[in-house]
T-cell receptor, first 113, second 111 residues
């Protein structure tokens, strides 16, 4: 099976812009979670989607949003980008909701200038 | 989910067993112990998980103490490609997929 894919892999934006990141889960996986990784804060949970519904949300401002489509693919959006949003954004897929066994993609590295 | 504590860094000689400890003294009965690793600039990789029995797969073995307050991940024959940050996570069988990553242990495998 193909693994989790994320596009784009690298992105450079300027402050105030918005960005959309895409994640395609492993075939058959219905749950997608998103994480942000920065050198200062480490890996932090953003949100989890299952059956097109957001099931859980981490402690991030409303500028961070996401959605999941009927084919389980997911997107996350960050509006009004700030310098501190520069990070590696990771997507993970799993078979069901709430499982700790998650399979991560390679991530999208976002640089905000 | 319970907090876990791991040493910041460890070294291991290539070909030897790497034993990575994790303390989870406040773990509750329905929480599993999960191990992930992250090789530089890649996404985390699931390794193994267990509840109370020891577990083994093609990557590693997981030894959980009888009181479940600590565990050890064992890489039986470490190679240079095992150099990574290893995360120990306590995760309950709840309805949330939120994994709480700590700082992990940086394992350096040396030739």
């Amino acid at each position: 099976k193909a693994g989790v894919t994320q596009t784009p892999r690298y992105l450079i934006k300027t402050r105030g812009q918005q960005v959309t990141l895409s994640c395609s889960p492993i075939s058959g996986h219905r749950s997608v979670s998103w994480y942000q990784q920065t050198p200062g804060q480490g890996l932090q949970f953003l949100f989890e989607y299952f059956s097109e519904t957001q099931r859980n949300k981490g402690n991030f401002p409303g500028r961070f949003s996401g959605r999941q489509f009927s084919n389980s693919r997911s997107e996350m959006n960050v509006s009004t980008l700030e310098l501190g949003d520069s990070a590696l954004y990771l997507c993970a897929s799993s078979l069901g909701q709430g499982t700790g066994t998650q399979y991560f993609g390679p991530g999208t590295r976002l640089l905000v200038l | 989910d319970a907090k876990t504590t791991q040493p910041t860094s460890m070294d291991c000689a290539e070909g030897r067993a790497a034993n990575l400890p994790c303390n989870h003294s406040t773990i509750s009965g329905n929480e599993y112990v999960y191990w992930y690793r992250q090789i530089h600039s890649q996404g985390p990789q699931y390794i193994i998980h267990g509840l109370k029995n020891n577990e083994t797969n093609e990557m590693a073995s997981l030894i959980i103490t009888e009181d479940r307050k600590s565990s050890t991940l064992i890489l039986p024959h470490a190679t240079l490609r095992d150099t990574a940050v290893y995360y120990c996570i306590a995760h309950g069988s709840s309805n949330t997929g939120k994994l709480i990553f700590g700082q992990g242990t940086t394992l350096q495998v040396k030739p």
